[in-house]
């Protein structure tokens, strides 16, 4: 794990669902891909991402149908890091953050969104026992 960037471990740019769709697109999105969030894009730049827990909390939660759209619910300044930075960082920034998966952006001046890196990424990669207590703290925040 030392010295490991996040480039190394992160999921490619997952499919995003356009800023035009409804909550309940999302819903089937994040069902078909097997996840709790999806990235959302306007004409193709990162606006956005929405989680299961947005949904209920600020959907489902307020009333909100599976046809109102994506963006009544969606986190406008999504969490990320960039491609170069070391999994050591990223690890104790979701923990100060409080979340399970940071989007990924590359190194260049538009920051274009690459892919996602997520705890259980980086639980993959990680076989020394100072990772795992690391990595089962920042899991306390989610349960």
Request: proline share 3%.
């Amino acid at each position: 794990m030392v010295d490991m960037k996040v480039q190394q471990l992160m999921s490619r740019k997952p499919e995003y669902l356009e800023a035009s769709a409804t909550i309940g697109e999302a819903v089937a999105r994040m069902g078909d891909q097997n996840r709790g969030f999806t990235p959302i894009a306007d004409r193709e730049k990162l606006v956005g991402v929405v989680t299961d827990r947005d949904i209920a909390l600020r959907g489902l939660a307020k009333g909100k149908t599976a046809d109102d759209p994506i963006s009544s619910v969606m986190s406008r300044q999504p969490r990320y890091c960039y491609e170069d930075d070391d999994i050591k960082d990223v690890l104790q920034n979701m923990q100060d953050q409080g979340v399970q998966r940071l989007l990924v952006m590359n190194n260049s001046r538009n920051k274009d969104f690459i892919g996602v890196v997520s705890l259980a990424d980086i639980a993959e990669a990680c076989n020394e026992p100072e990772w795992a207590g690391r990595i089962v703290n920042c899991c306390r925040h989610y349960s």
